[in-house]
């Protein structure tokens, strides 16, 4: 029966298309082609003739939009115009506009591109409409839009067909209007603070200034390997070198990362510096800046997010990293003095570490785990370690802190401050620090880039700087829920992407290539000979033990990253019993979490429940893994999808 829908539904979308087609043909052979017409001249608005009735009515005017309804009654009938600020009706009547134009109208489409020109009025209803005496069809459309009443309601497709989302949901193009807003209204207060805007390179020789891994790619005329930038720090810091003071700039950066509610791998951060002042300074800044954008964009300095009321009218808090652990988690840094003395106290509160982190590193792993979630107000954390503050002034009282904060809503980090570090000889010992976190495989870690050394050894003056998020900052402040929501384009798996793949080998191969050899040529190979396993287990598994492990069919219902892990992806799944299993994988570095929605996966389900950042993880994804060239390549089990949840294998 469902299929049956299907195809009719198909076949009355062709026929309509068909219709479509064939009404451009018709006025195109009647010398009409609304392709050719190259200008309209537009007088007003929608929401400028409503404002300015009583001044407009009776008066001539010209609008221009999409046509969104249409109602045919006879020798008169009404349609609704579609603008950039809104809609308006418009009354169309034969006898005004002549009767082979009205015959013109009656055979415009939903969707369609026209001009209005007619006088303004009320109709009987009080509804302020145009009286037309014109309709100028300026664009056919030659697809239909989604039906009235459900619009377009699917998320993937939404984001993929933005044009198709701001035509249809009127609250998203306010939130696309609003973001605009904000990010002129922190133009205005900056500029009016005496910065001045800057733009830097995004093709980098040597990506620093955060802990990301970047986007590679090759220069053809330089012959030369670049990366993307992730940061705008240590080009805007050059400029306080310089002698520029205060330097701001807002741009995309790109960071090669997983994909959730509030990470995209390209996004907006502007980041700023002022030469004289440190990380209070920000603070005071960031205090400023934020009342005045809410102020100027909303109206209110009160913001509700997800039915959360935050208050950026009052004072931000400000608190220690350490007292907020101390606060939320109960445990004191302070009378930590050791790696051994951390490294037991994150065992007993089954917090997750690595053998490389330090004491600094446990700390910040306890204030995600435990202190994050809690800063739903305005709240400044200050002085975070200096192993994960690579660029940052240590507190000369304490050297093992930074003078660096973080700023917090809603659980989110909505900036990153530091008293920049503006030292040569300690900014030196701190990159060859990251190079070495570097060489034991932390591919976030910075290397050191000896231009801004060079820089630096001229010298820097005592120097705040900030980052700010802006597509979270717009987020809050647009009630958002995830990033997608606030980025026009937002970066999406392709479809069809073996089709991509081809096209793309077959645009960047030489002319005489064909088609068929692009193909054929991206199909992927396996070379074996540089491949090393694992050598087999000599310890012998008797079958009774080995039978006691449950492993069952699982279908992926649900997957997402794992908010403050870089690696883990949390699944929730069906595994035929009726109850939605939670597992926990380490497989990030691998796999995208919207590649594995929908799939048949392998795992064992009758382990003891294990806590992973503050979740438990009820069993094991299975995975096969092997090394090349010393790099760890892993590849998740995928089974057949006719296998049903809950199979048994044995």
């Not at 839009?145 to 699917?154: A, D, M, R, S």
């Not at 030196?428 to 620090?433: L, P």
């Amino acid at each position: 029966m469902a299929e049956q829908q299907k195809k009719a539904q198909e076949q009355d979308l062709n026929q309509l298309l068909k219709v479509r087609r064939e009404k451009l043909t018709e006025l195109q052979e009647n010398g009409k082609d609304p392709f050719q017409i190259t200008k309209y001249d537009v007088t007003h608005h929608s929401m400028e003739v409503k404002d300015a009735f009583e001044e407009l009515e009776g008066k001539s005017v010209s609008l221009a939009g999409r046509m969104m309804s249409k109602r045919v009654m006879g020798k008169a009938s009404f349609c609704s115009i579609q603008d950039v600020q809104g809609s308006i009706q418009s009354y169309v009547a034969r006898d005004n506009i002549g009767e082979d134009h009205y015959k013109d109208f009656k055979k415009m489409d939903i969707g369609d591109i026209v001009g209005i020109k007619g006088e303004v009025f009320k109709t009987k209803t009080g509804e302020i409409s145009i009286h037309a005496t014109e309709v100028t069809l300026l664009s056919k459309s030659l697809k239909p839009l989604p039906e009235k009443f459900h619009g377009l309601t699917n998320t993937d497709l939404r984001y993929r067909q933005r044009y198709v989302d701001l035509i249809m949901n009127a609250d998203v193009k306010d939130t696309f209007i609003k973001r605009s807003k904000i990010i002129a209204s922190i133009r205005n207060y900056l500029n009016g603070q005496g910065f001045l805007e800057v733009e830097t390179p995004m093709l980098v020789a040597n990506a620093g200034g955060a802990a990301a891994r970047p986007f590679e790619t090759h220069f053809n005329a330089l012959d030369e390997d670049f990366k993307l930038r992730i940061s705008l720090e240590l080009y805007l810091k050059r400029l306080i070198v310089g002698g520029m003071e205060k330097v701001y700039e807002i741009g995309r950066v790109f960071r090669n990362e997983g994909l959730d509610t509030r990470h995209n791998p390209e996004f907006t951060l502007m980041e700023l510096y002022q030469a004289y002042t440190d990380y209070h300074g920000m603070m005071d800044l960031t205090e400023n800046l934020y009342r005045h954008v809410a102020q100027e964009v909303l109206g209110t300095t009160k913001i509700v997010y997800n039915g959360i009321e935050m208050d950026l009218g009052k004072p931000f808090e400000r608190i220690t990293m350490v007292d907020a652990v101390k606060k939320y988690a109960g445990v004191d840094f302070n009378e930590i003095h050791t790696l051994k003395e951390a490294r037991e106290v994150a065992k007993e509160h089954h917090v997750e570490y690595e053998e490389r982190h330090k004491k600094g590193d446990i700390l910040s792993l306890f204030f995600e785990e435990f202190a994050e979630e809690h800063l739903i107000q305005p709240t400044f954390v200050m002085d975070h370690p200096i192993e994960i503050s690579p660029l940052t002034k240590k507190k000369p009282e304490n050297p093992e802190y930074t003078e660096r904060f973080e700023f917090f809503m809603n659980g989110w980090e909505m900036a990153n401050a530091y008293s920049e570090l503006n030292d040569p000889i300690d900014q030196r010992e701190r990159f060859k620090a990251q190079e070495e976190l570097l060489a034991q495989g932390d591919e976030e870690a910075n290397t050191t880039d000896e231009d801004f050394m060079n820089a630096l050894e001229i010298g820097m003056a005592p120097t705040g700087g900030i980052g700010f998020g802006i597509d979270r900052m717009v987020m809050l402040l647009t009630d958002s829920a995830a990033i997608r929501d606030v980025l026009l384009f937002p970066t999406m798996k392709s479809m069809g992407a073996a089709k991509n793949e081809a096209n793309n080998a077959a645009q960047s191969a030489p002319v005489e290539k064909t088609v068929e050899k692009a193909i054929a040529e991206v199909k992927e190979t396996y070379d074996f000979s540089n491949v090393e396993v694992e050598p087999l287990f000599k310890d012998m598994v008797d079958f009774d033990t080995f039978s006691k492990s449950d492993f069952r069919a699982v279908k992926v219902k649900e997957c997402e990253a794992v908010p403050k892990s870089k690696k883990l992806l949390k699944f929730v799944l069906d595994d035929g019993s009726g109850v939605d299993r939670v597992i926990l994988s380490g497989i990030h570095d691998y796999y995208e979490p919207e590649f594995l929605v929908g799939k048949t996966l392998l795992a064992i389900t009758n382990l003891p429940p294990r806590k992973m950042m503050g979740i438990d993880s009820c069993g094991m994804i299975i995975s096969a893994t092997h090394l090349v060239e010393g790099r760890e390549g892993l590849n998740v089990l995928i089974l057949d999808d006719k296998i049903p949840a809950g199979a048994k294998l044995y």
